[in-house]
């Protein structure tokens, strides 16, 4: 089965800048899309940014010109730098496999204070 397993997470000041990274192993159905979301108490999960194999991206707005999805097919792994940050930014990002994902990892919390 498919694992993937967020780091890089933590605190950091407003307007900082941080950098997550999913590592992925395991047999996986597709690896064609790699992609974050985040989710905060009370609020639907949302999605951020993907990846396609070819390197397209997409991005959500409210992240578009501060955040940067990128992947390294040889490690098996995909990253978000997130720049600029802002205390709204605050949540539980999760990186997926597949699209619409197929998986999962377990979630790593980011917290922007003021």
């Known amino acids: 089965q498919v694992q993937l397993v967020e780091s890089g997470g933590g605190l950091v000041q407003a307007g900082g800048s941080l950098r997550l990274s999913c590592a992925v192993s395991g047999s996986i159905l597709s690896v064609d899309v790699m992609g974050w979301y985040r989710q905060v108490p009370g609020k639907d999960l949302e999605f951020v940014a993907r990846?396609?194999?070819?390197?397209?991206?997409t991005y959500a707005d409210s992240v578009k010109g501060r955040f940067t999805i990128s992947r390294d097919n040889a490690k098996n792994a995909v990253y978000l730098r997130m720049n600029s940050l802002k205390p709204e930014d605050t949540a539980v990002y999760y990186c997926?496999?597949?699209?619409?994902?197929?998986?999962w990892g377990q979630g790593i919390q980011v917290t922007v204070s003021s």
């Open positions: 997926s496999v597949g699209w619409p994902p197929i998986s």
């Open positions: 990846i396609s194999s070819e390197v397209s991206t």
